[in-house]
Structures are given as structure tokens and as C-alpha cells.
């Protein structure tokens, strides 16, 4: 019998099924009628694409695309209908798009593509641009919306610190997609939009860390406006690429085992190789936690802001990442241990680690 390592259902691994993200804001502002310009508010994340609008009775409705694709030879597919099947043809190649592209992953053996990494705009496949313009018409397209396109806002990453990037590139891709849409885009950092979610009972004040795939993004915000960002290049990727490379396995089966059910704080379950993968994402998860944390004190205290806020302000978790077993406590410990210069009122989840980005950035295109 096999052991659930061999490489045979590795592509079976990353098989995940589209998950459906509760809605948890309610805003005072009023659902366009159908035909009147819809505002959107996007998050477009390494991993997910996760879009947020209101529907006819003014509740936010949350749609997600894995942000994935496979590019398939025109010859594997023979006379395949593909109208079924969410896929973009450019130039001379046929791209299978989000989790379709996982069930091609698996007929043909393929390798899955990324649009995205680090929080950006893939530099390692020259259609990730087109392909990503595809997956957004896809979330935010007037088929999608039922209305006019109004205004998008959509989420950015911070510059990452200690490291070149090309958020300007992005940004501005990005926006130009969502223009060709026909909408107006306009750019939100990640971690702010977190807090335009999360805090309207502090005025809009508030510290936010989002975990994401590529980055984790910290946001200081007081009274809506925001006082730091930065970004870190350690996300749930740099935790899968470390974490396979220590117990020599592919990062699809660190990825599997992750989301199914891992805590921070038991290695005990499954066979032998997966008790290794668990305990290797302990020490992995440790070590960002520990990074996070001591790195938003560092660049708070470097950067010397007068952050004498006449209130304490709460800290906001997000982001998929922080969604392992134990994540919480593990964070509120390492904050314990920390000396900041500002005063924390509490350290909570947000309501939902994986739409509140969007809401975010919705709650935005409706108030400016
Ligand atoms: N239940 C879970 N437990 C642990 N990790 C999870 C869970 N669900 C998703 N993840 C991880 O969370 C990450 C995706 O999170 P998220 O959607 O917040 O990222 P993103 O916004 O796409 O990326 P980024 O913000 O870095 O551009 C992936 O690394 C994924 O494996
Ligand atoms: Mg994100």
C-alpha cells in the first residue's frame, strides 16, 4: 500500500473545493436598482480573488475565484466543449482558469500557475496579466454584478520592507484591467481596507495584520486615516515552500494538510510524513508569527510616529493564514511580550479573515 506522500495524488492534493464566505457587513447604503451603476469593492490577493457588492435587499454578497490557472496544449483537449468551463483563449494558447484548472491539473498532470506572487503580478508567465483580466471580468463583469459598472476599489499591497517590489507596476495594471471593464477603479491598501471592515465602532481606528498567501500587510489607521503601512515578504507560501523543502515533499501536499484542519500546537495526527508536516508547520507558523509582531513594533518605533491617540485601539487578524488552530492565542502572547508605543485596546479576529478585504474596499466605494 502506498504512503499518502507518494507522488501519484500530489495534484490530487490541491483539488479544493470553492468555499463560501459568510457575509458579515451591513452597510446603511442602499442596493442600486438593476441598470444604475453597481460599486464593487475587490480584493485581489495572491491566492484568492474575492469580490463584494450588494445585492437587491442591500446585503453584501461575497463571490471568491482561486487565483490559478493552467495552461493546456490544444491537442490534449481534442473536441472538447469548453463552454462549461471557465477558460480565456490568448494568442494561440487555451488557459483553464481558478478551480476548473484544479480538476485539468489532475486529468492531464499538469503543474498549476499562479497569477500572482508575493502579493503581485507574476513576472514568471507572460500572460499572467491577461489571464488575471479574465478571472476580474469574470468577479466584477456586468453579468456578474447585474448593473452598470459604477466605481471599484481595489486592494493594493503595501511597498514590502527589505525587499525590491513592483507595487506600482501592479497597481497600475490592475487598475487599467478594471477600467476596461468599465469601471472606476481606485486603489486601498490591503490592511486598511481591513479596518474600514472591522471598526466602525472605533471610529475607524485601528491596527490590522492580514496574513495573506504572498505577504502579510500591516496597517495603522486612525480615524480613517492611514498613519503606517508596510508589508512583509512572509505569507502562507513562504510557510508551504519552507515547510516542503525541511520533510522533501511538494508544497500542493503542505497546502492540503494545512487547510484541512492544522493547529499551531499538535503534531500528533495522521501517518509519519504528515506528523512531519505538522510539525513543521508549527515551527514555520511560529517564526512568521514571531516576525509579524516584532516587526510592526520595529517599524512603529522607527519610523517615531507621535501615536499618542487619546484611545486605545483594537489589533485586526486576517487574512487565510491566520486561520490554523492556535493562531490567535499564539499572536496575543507574542503582543503580550512586546512593548509598543501605542495602546492596545484588544487583539481579535475579524469577522471573516476571507472577505473582509473586499467588504472593505466595498464600504470605501460607498462612502467617497
Ligand atoms: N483553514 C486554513 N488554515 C490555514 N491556512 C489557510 C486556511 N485557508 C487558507 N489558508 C491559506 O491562506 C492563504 C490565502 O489567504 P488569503 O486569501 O488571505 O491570501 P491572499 O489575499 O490571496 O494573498 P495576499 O494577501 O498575500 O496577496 C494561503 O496560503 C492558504 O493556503
Ligand atoms: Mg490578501
Not at 164 to 189: A, D, F, K, M, W
Amino acid at each position: 500500500m502506498s504512503e499518502p506522500f507518494d507522488d501519484e495524488d500530489d495534484e490530487e492534493a490541491v483539488v479544493a473545493p470553492l468555499r463560501s464566505v459568510a457575509p458579515a457587513v451591513a452597510t446603511e447604503a442602499v442596493a442600486a436598482e438593476k441598470g444604475q451603476r453597481v460599486n464593487v469593492g475587490l480584493d485581489v490577493g495572491t491566492m484568492n480573488l474575492v469580490c463584494a457588492s450588494l445585492n437587491q435587499a442591500s446585503k453584501v454578497d461575497i463571490t471568491t475565484l482561486r487565483n490559478v490557472f493552467l495552461t493546456v496544449d490544444k491537442t490534449d483537449l481534442g473536441e472538447m466543449d469548453l463552454s462549461k468551463i471557465s477558460h480565456a483563449r490568448i494568442d494561440d494558447s487555451i488557459f483553464i482558469l481558478s478551480n476548473d484548472a484544479y480538476n485539468f491539473a489532475n486529468i492531464f498532470g499538469y503543474r498549476i500557475n499562479r497569477s500572482m506572487q508575493k502579493g503581485m503580478i507574476s513576472p514568471e508567465d507572460i500572460n499572467s496579466a491577461d489571464v488575471l483580466a479574465t478571472m476580474i471580468r469574470e468577479l466584477i463583469g456586468g453579468e456578474a454584478t447585474g448593473g452598470r459598472p459604477g466605481k471599484c476599489v481595489y486592494s493594493v499591497p503595501a511597498d514590502p520592507i527589505n525587499t525590491r517590489s513592483n507595487v506600482l507596476y501592479h497597481q497600475n495594471i490592475i487598475g487599467r484591467i478594471i477600467s476596461e471593464i468599465g469601471y472606476t477603479p481606485e486603489p486601498l491598501n490591503e490592511a486598511v481596507a481591513i479596518i474600514y471592515a472591522e471598526c466602525a465602532d472605533t471610529d475607524f481606528s485601528g491596527i490590522s495584520m492580514s496574513f495573506g498567501a504572498g505577504l502579510t500587510n500591516v496597517a495603522v489607521v486612525y480615524k480613517s486615516i492611514p498613519v503606517l503601512e508596510f508589508a512583509l515578504n512572509r505569507g502562507g507560501d513562504w510557510i508551504d515552500d519552507n515547510v516542503a523543502m525541511a520533510v522533501g515533499t511538494i508544497p500542493n501536499r503542505v497546502v492540503a494538510i494545512k487547510e484541512k484542519d492544522f493547529d499551531i500546537n499538535r503534531f500528533d495526527s495522521g501517518r509519519k510524513k504528515e506528523r512531519k508536516v505538522r510539525e513543521a508547520l508549527g515551527y514555520y507558523y511560529t517564526n512568521l508569527i514571531h516576525f509579524v509582531v516584532k516587526s510592526a513594533v520595529k517599524e512603529l518605533d522607527r519610523r517615531d510616529l507621535d501615536l499618542g491617540f487619546p484611545d486605545s485601539i483594537p489589533m485586526i487578524i486576517s487574512g487565510g493564514t491566520s486561520l490554523a488552530g492556535g493562531f490567535l492565542d499564539l499572536v496575543r502572547e507574542q503582543v503580550q511580550q512586546e512593548e509598543w508605543p501605542l495602546a492596545l485596546s484588544t487583539v481579535r479576529y475579524a469577522s471573516d479573515p476571507l472577505s473582509c478585504v473586499a467588504q472593505g474596499c466595498l464600504i470605501k466605494s460607498l462612502k467617497s
